[in-house]
Structures are given as structure tokens and as C-alpha cells.
Nanobody, 121 residues
Framework: QVQLVESGGGLVQAGGSLRLSCAAS????????MAWYRQAPGKQRESVAG???????DYADSVKGRFTISRDNAKNTVYLQMNSLKPEDTAVYYC???????????????WGQGTLVTVSS
């Protein structure tokens, strides 16, 4: 079993910053892509940012230049630094990890429980 524990959400004023963390634990042999998604009320879940094991990153156009994704492979942890936050960034943010368990050949996905980010105007 692999579990993700997210932290760092909260209430912040527009223009402020927050840092999300997501730590993976359990029977993990290797991790490929780590990513953050978000889902605002009444909207579909959307990709925010991702980072591969090699360090290649991708971002949604709406967060480019404001958000930075990073990972600590030794800790199996991914971070999302969010700066210049806007009210439209308000959403539940979910961590997603692609991993391979010991003795298994294929990669699986696991989702975090979500952490709420609220940006007030």
C-alpha cells in the first residue's frame, strides 16, 4: 500500500503565497511523475503542474510564472510553491504520484486526499 499525505493548504489573501507538500510512503520501489491537480467548486479536476523523475516540469498556462513544482527524491516528496495567488486559484489541490512497487513491473497511480486552498480578494 502506498499513501500520500498532503499539507500546506489554507486561507490567504490575493497576492499571497502558500507552499503545498505531498509525501509518499509505503511499498515504493521507484517514482516516475509527481504532480498536482486542482478542482474548484462546480468544475472538473485540472492539471496544475508535474515533474518527472528526471526533473522535467510542466505547468498549466494559468499558473506559469507564479507556481513552482519541485521534488525531493530522497524523501519521496513533491512541493508546490504558489506565489501571487489569485481568487481563481481557490480549489482543492490533489497530489498524484506514479510509482512502481517492489516486485512489480508496471506503474500505478495514487491520489492524495486533497488540501483546500482559499484565496480571498
Amino acid at each position: 500500500q502506498v499513501q500520500l499525505v498532503e499539507s500546506g493548504g489554507g486561507l490567504v489573501q490575493a497576492g499571497g503565497s502558500l507552499r503545498l507538500s505531498c509525501a509518499a510512503s509505503g511499498s515504493i520501489f521507484s517514482i516516475n511523475r509527481m504532480a498536482w491537480y486542482r478542482q474548484a467548486p462546480g468544475k472538473q479536476r485540472e492539471s496544475v503542474a508535474g515533474v518527472t523523475s528526471g526533473g522535467t516540469t510542466d505547468y498549466a498556462d494559468s499558473v506559469k510564472g507564479r507556481f513552482t513544482i519541485s521534488r525531493d527524491n530522497a524523501k519521496n516528496t513533491v512541493y508546490l510553491q504558489m506565489n501571487s495567488l489569485k481568487p481563481e486559484d481557490t480549489a482543492v489541490y490533489y497530489c498524484n504520484v506514479e510509482y512502481r512497487a517492489f516486485g512489480k513491473a508496471r506503474y500505478l497511480e495514487v491520489w492524495g486526499q486533497g488540501t483546500l486552498v482559499t484565496v480571498s480578494s
